[in-house]
């Protein structure tokens, strides 16, 4: 390997030559391993590989919460060997049996999802790097602890663009390797599938922070700003009678040029700029820092895609990458949409028009001689977008293009309509369309309506319809009202948590009075509908939980209103505090929740975070009253994000869809061995409550999901405060939306303190009659009966190495 | 006598082995010959139809409830022998032979599944068709695959009326 390292240097004699040496492949990693060498402490996994935590701690949380693999379908059609039969864990022509190729499946997604975002990071990172220069500082706020994720892994703290680079690059470079063990003929136990992905998923929360953590510094995002602005958010906010740009995908770079050219023209007030998916929030936190007045607006999630484009009320589409439907062009094309490709993950076939004049590419459009286009050049595609808005609005206009049937043409489906039932065993929501038709013909729509918020948009009912009804159009002509009062605020993401806020939280995290985080997270493939996720995040609100979000989930939580008008944005406060409504950002934003949950070991309780995973994890895992929520994960980047949250010790609740995902770790709770951990004052083993009791499931229900996560919010070193509202919390949750109390809460009591406070003579009573304790009476003491002991200082550890007689 | 047994196209999932089509008849003899079965029901049971007919199988036939999701919410005043448990933990669960089940007296032979959305239970049941001898039957209104016996697709009548024979059967 070259011993040059990253830098500039002058040759003397040639006084007017300067060579610069921007990046050497692998240099860049040998100076970071220097550097890594004088840290003062450090953990045994700086650089690590796919082995690196694989027996040290992988493993220990595999045998916990063991892999639960849900195939979703018997054969592997992997290689020209198959297809084969594995059903019944039968074994495949190469070899590999059910559990192994599903665990191949389970990680291929994964790593997938980790690649999307890594690369739309190493996209931001070149882009922001050739536009601002390497030492563009990152500041984001008042933090010393910048990037956890990263120095995790790497033991770097980078603190401008530059220095970023050798964390992309160890990505990069690991990815590949994960990558290779995929092939016909590699890796084939399932075990180890699993110990990858799950350092897959570490590798996805570098990947996601280096995307965030650039644009957070480089597009002036708000930095760690709890007051950040509100941004109106749904389908309903868009003011049809102007020019509507919407730009939907994941990746903000684009947008920013088309943003700058309608300032720079003063045309903010005379179009709309709006979006869906993650682009859309992160244009509206653009230049948000200062908390300008905000003018851009967010749609909403994917599942709104279609249904936004048969509205027919975007007059040019903008994608960029990831979660953008496939058939965009198409459908576009039947409304005169023009469809712009602005990035080259995808080119859907358009013609590229890249090194075009931009008075040329405009005609072209304008005149339907082509669909759309590809455009990478930035600045082209800033005055391109914007130019054709305001061309094509007034055309659109005067066409009076729609999708919505008219009335006579709704009357007239609805009538075609012959009751076979093929559109409902097509639905993937199982939505109860012949049901609604038949009301319909009746003229009670009411039925029809509510399939609104339950529809994905996904159109898999009209390609079965014998009689060709466009089913997606007639839901919407009912929903017309509906979808017009769909106006809700969103605050604007405001970045990851402060060290401060960290510092002011941990105790009462800690100490329970602050009962958890609950991080409510991911795309809309929801089981029953966007509202869902309201309620979730409006009970564990008024409950002085943290609720932190990005993404979809942070979106459709805003779109909804309380009998006062308000949205839940409005009425909780925006800081990381007990019963804040946190807004981290968009989908890349995730990096901060895990690096919250970092934090907290590493300011609140001094760990090293220098390749120092499993100590980080295990604290977590142990101490920190965090669960997740992906209710309506869909895609390999939710896998991805969440796997990364298991490693590090953070449940994650799933809604039903997720059960595809094929895998999830579930442990048992009646195995008494499994609850075992160390002290680490003494090396002796204790036993500890099942708690928590998954690190990934799914829920039915949102019902069900809200008992389940604060249940899964109890750690095994609750104080007996934290423990006691913890137990109300979750019991109260328990009683509330399942009817009855739950059967097991007596076996997270450790003595009389950590009893609901409220409830403590009666439950003292139940573990007398019900299980045998002994209580004294006068002093309402429990003598004897828990098998676990409660003891302030003692320091629960899944790790021997860390404990002082080891 | 509501025919069961036809309609059998499905969209939740594929591969190679799907399950036996049966009718009440059948259904209702190997639910009474099971020697530990377990009823195991979805929130779809809100439906006070549906939750009508849980009801009566689980007391006429002296079967336990597994009430997973949100069901035992309308179980829970109906006396009968429910208890909570999460879907996806029963699912893994089942697949243990040593799990001691609900009660304490060991894992079943015969689950009974009323109550889900098809795209949901057909993946908790795919762990159970893979990876135990456990014999799972679905008295749904959809197909489903991944059951060991299914009905197949149904109106919403025709369902009511096969578990009204069904239990009159029992
Ligand atoms: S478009 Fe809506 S109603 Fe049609 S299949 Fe998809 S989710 Fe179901
Ligand atoms: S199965 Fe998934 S990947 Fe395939 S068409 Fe459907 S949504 Fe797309
Ligand atoms: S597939 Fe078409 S005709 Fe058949 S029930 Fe659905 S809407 Fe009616």
Partial sequence: ?806 | MVDTAKNTKLFTSYGVSTSKTVTPEIAAKLISKAKRPLLMVGTLTLDPELLDRVVKISKTANIPIAATGSSLASLADKDVDAEYINAHMLGFYLTDPNWPGLDGNGNYDTVIVLGFKKFYINQVLSAAKNFSNLKTIAIERGYIQNATMSFGNLSKADHYAALDELIDLL
Wanted: charged share 25%; aromatic share 6%; glycine share 8%.
């Fill in chain 1, 1 to 806: 390997m070259s011993k040059l390292t990253t830098g500039s240097f002058s040759i003397e004699d040639l006084e007017s030559v300067q060579i610069t040496i921007n990046n050497i492949v692998g240099a860049a990693k040998e100076a970071a391993e220097e550097k890594a060498k004088e840290l003062e402490k450090a953990g045994p996994t700086l650089f690590p590989g796919l082995e690196s935590y694989r027996d040290d701690w992988n493993f220990k949380l595999l045998d916990r919460y063991e892999p639960v693999i849900t195939p979703m379908c018997d054969q592997c059609c992997y290689c020209t060997y198959g297809p084969c039969d594995l059903s019944g864990n039968k074994r495949g022509a190469c070899g590999i049996d059910m559990l192994g190729h599903n665990g191949r499946e389970f990680f291929l997604r994964v790593i997938t999802g980790t690649a999307c975002h890594a690369a739309h990071g190493r996209h931001l990172l070149d882009h922001l790097i050739e536009t601002f220069g390497e030492d563009l500082p990152l500041n984001l706020g008042q933090s010393n602890v910048l990037t956890p994720n990263i120095t995790i892994s790497t033991g770097l703290s980078p603190k401008n663009l530059g220095e970023i680079k050798p964390a992309m690059e160890f990505v990069e470079e690991q990815l590949t390797q994960l990558l290779a063990t995929v092939h016909a003929g590699q890796e084939s136990a399932e075990i180890d599938y699993d110990s990858k992905a799950l350092f897959s998923g570490s590798l996805d929360h570098v990947g996601m922070e280096i995307s965030d953590v650039v644009q957070v510094a480089a597009y002036d995002f708000p930095k760690a700003d709890p007051e950040a602005p509100l941004i109106e958010i749904g389908m309903g906010t868009i003011d049809k009678s102007k020019p509507f740009l919407c730009v939907i995908g994941h990746n903000v770079g684009g947008v920013t040029y088309m943003m700058d050219y309608m300032e720079e023209h003063d045309l903010t007030d005379k179009m709309e700029i709006a979006g869906l998916c993650c682009t859309a929030i992160d244009l509206s936190r653009y230049k948000e820092a200062d908390r300008r007045p905000p003018y851009a607006k967010v749609i909403g999630s994917m599942s709104k895609e279609l249904k936004v484009i048969r509205s027919g009320m975007p007059d040019v589409i903008v994608v960029d990458e990831q979660c953008v439907r496939g058939d965009i062009v198409p459908e576009a094309q039947k409304l005169k949409i023009p469809v712009i490709a602005s990035n080259a993950k995808i080119m859907y076939g358009l013609p590229n028009r890249t090194d075009a004049n931009v008075d040329d590419v405009v005609e072209e459009l304008k005149s339907g001689a082509i669909p759309g286009c590809v455009m990478l050049d930035y600045d082209k595609l800033g005055e391109l977008c914007i130019r054709l808005t305001m061309e094509m609005g007034p055309i659109r206009d005067a066409e009076g293009i729609t999708a919505i049937p008219t009335d006579e043409e709704f009357a007239d489906w609805v009538a075609k309509c012959a009751d076979c039932g093929a559109c409902m065993i097509a639905c993937p929501e199982e939505l109860d369309i012949p049901e609604a038709m038949g009301f319909a013909k009746e003229g009670d729509f009411s039925y029809l309506e509510e399939l609104h918020d339950q529809c994905i948009g996904c159109r898999r009912c009209e390609q079965v319809c014998k009689k060709e009804i466009p089913i997606l159009n007639i839901i919407e002509k009912v929903a017309q009202k509906q979808i017009a009062e769909e106006k809700g605020w969103m605050r604007a993401g405001r970045g990851q948590v402060s060290d401060a806020e960290i510092r002011a939280e941990g105790l009462n995290l800690v100490m329970g009075t602050t009962p958890g985080i609950i991080a409510i997270i991911g795309c809309p493939n929801y089981a029953e509908g966007t509202k869902d996720v309201y309620y979730i995040a409006e009970e564990f609100l008024k409950r002085n939980f943290i609720v932190v979000t990005t993404g979809c989930g942070a979106m459709d939580i805003g779109m909804f209103k309380d009998e006062d008008g308000k949205t839940l944005y409005e009425r909780f406060p925006g800081g990381f505090e007990c019963g804040g409504l946190v807004n981290i950002g968009s989908c890349v934003s995730n990096a901060h929740i895990t690096g919250a949950a970092e934090k907290v070991a590493a300011i609140f309780a001094q760990r090293t975070l220098e390749g120092n995973l499993a100590e980080i994890s295990d604290y977590i895992l142990n101490r920190v009253g965090a669960c997740g929520l992906a209710w309506g994960a869909f895609s390999q980047k939710a896998s991805s994000i969440g796997t990364g949250c298991n490693i590090l010790g953070i449940p994650a609740v799933l809604g039903p869809h997720s059960s595809k995902y094929r895998r999830a770790l579930i442990a048992k709770t009646y195995e008494e061995d499994k609850w075992k951990v160390y002290d680490a004052r003494n090396g002796q083993e204790m036993p500890i409550p099942p708690a928590p009791e998954f690190l990934l499931t799914t829920a039915e229900t949102w019902q069900e999901a809200i008992p389940m996560m604060a249940k899964a919010c109890i750690r095994p070193s609750d104080n007996s405060m934290g423990r006691s509202i913890k137990l109300t919390h979750w019991m109260e949750l328990h009683k509330k939306y399942l009817g009855k109390d739950p059967e097991d809460w007596w076996k997270f009591v450790r003595n009389e303190a950590d009893l609901p406070l409220a409830k403590r003579e009666a439950l003292l009573k139940e573990l007398e009659s019900k299980h045998g304790w002994e209580i004294d009476w006068k002093k309402k003491k429990i003598i004897s009966g828990p098998k676990i002991k409660f003891d302030v200082s003692a320091q629960p550890t899944n790790l021997k190495r860390l404990c002082k007689e080891a």
